[in-house]
């Protein structure tokens, strides 16, 4: 009986997300059979973004079905994307803008607070959404190949649609505070897209150990609600010490607020913070794509 050629290995001509295959004979009871071995290419940084570009069918297909399902059988639908930033801005603005007389910059307190929630909430649904999409995509991951950062990616994108019908909202009620805006709306853009990059690092970080300690689905809400309070959503910069605003300029989501407060107020940019959240934001999102590659071998034998 004719057996099979063995092909040699190929090495791959990029450093990008292209696997490579490999063949070898094995001996297998009756005789040698030909085994198939599917590797990765190899990564400079552990990870790339291009993976998302490469396979932007496959994303957008799992962001569509997101949203479909996040919303299936509801009776408001995306109004629910309305909802909770509003209410959450209704309620603070009652119990921290009247009762607790917190400053906001001498800006009407609703939307000082709106401002801050809507890069907030998008962040925190993101994170959560990204934490648990491998455990959810359990039964895709075990029987057909793709990069597992599409899953994460898809989460993270799908928020983006529930932060862009509440922007327009905050845009609307601005106007109606007499809020007139300026050229600095032109950054709203560039600091979701910031915002949205440290969501994918911290969601495809927390989605790869979320796989294997089952732990972080409980714990990960718990410490977004503190992260919260640690972020000046409800409070100015200034309204904490200067020797402690040091430490939040650690906090990425602390300057991306700034900054996108002063881009609906008109306000001079805090350029450096900006340059801060950046930095950290760079290495969050490289850190957490070398381990979630490392852990990525894993995924379909203990999802």
Request: proline share 6%.
């Amino acid at each position: 009986m004719e057996q099979p050629s063995t092909a040699p290995d190929r090495a791959p001509t990029s450093d990008r997300a292209t696997p490579r295959t490999k063949s070898h004979t094995v001996e297998a009871g009756a005789g040698p059979r030909l085994a198939l071995v599917i590797e990765s290419g190899r990564r400079r940084l552990g990870f790339e973004l291009g993976d998302l570009w490469a396979h932007r069918d496959l994303l957008y297909f799992l962001v569509w079905r997101d949203l479909k399902v996040r919303y299936k059988q509801t009776l408001l639908g995306v109004i629910w994307a309305v909802l909770q930033p509003l209410l959450t801005m209704a309620v603070f603005a009652i119990i921290f803008g009247r009762l607790a007389h917190v400053p906001s910059d001498g800006e009407p307190y609703p939307i000082f607070v709106f401002a801050g929630l809507l890069p907030w909430t998008y962040f925190n649904q993101a994170v959560i959404s990204a934490s648990n999409s491998l455990v959810g995509n359990a039964a895709l991951i075990t029987k057909v190949y793709f990069p597992r950062l599409v899953i994460p990616g898809a989460a993270v994108c799908a928020g983006l649609v529930d932060f862009a019908i509440s922007a327009a909202i905050m845009f609307l009620m601005a106007f109606h505070y007499g809020i007139h805006y300026g050229a600095g709306l032109l950054l709203i853009a560039p600091l979701m897209a910031l915002t949205a990059l440290f969501a994918l690092g911290v969601g495809m970080w927390m989605s790869a150990l979320n796989v294997k300690y089952r732990d972080v689905r409980y714990a990960l809400p718990f410490m977004m609600q503190i992260w919260m309070y640690l972020t000046p959503v409800i409070y100015p910069l200034n309204f904490i010490p200067a020797r402690w605003r040091w430490l939040l300029a650690l906090n990425p989501l602390s300057g991306i607020i700034q900054a996108f407060r002063a881009a609906v107020f008109g306000r001079v940019f805090d350029w450096n913070g900006l340059a801060i959240s950046c930095a950290i934001t760079l290495a969050v999102l490289t850190c957490a794509g070398w381990a979630f590659r490392r852990m990525e071998r894993e995924f379909a034998d203990i999802v």
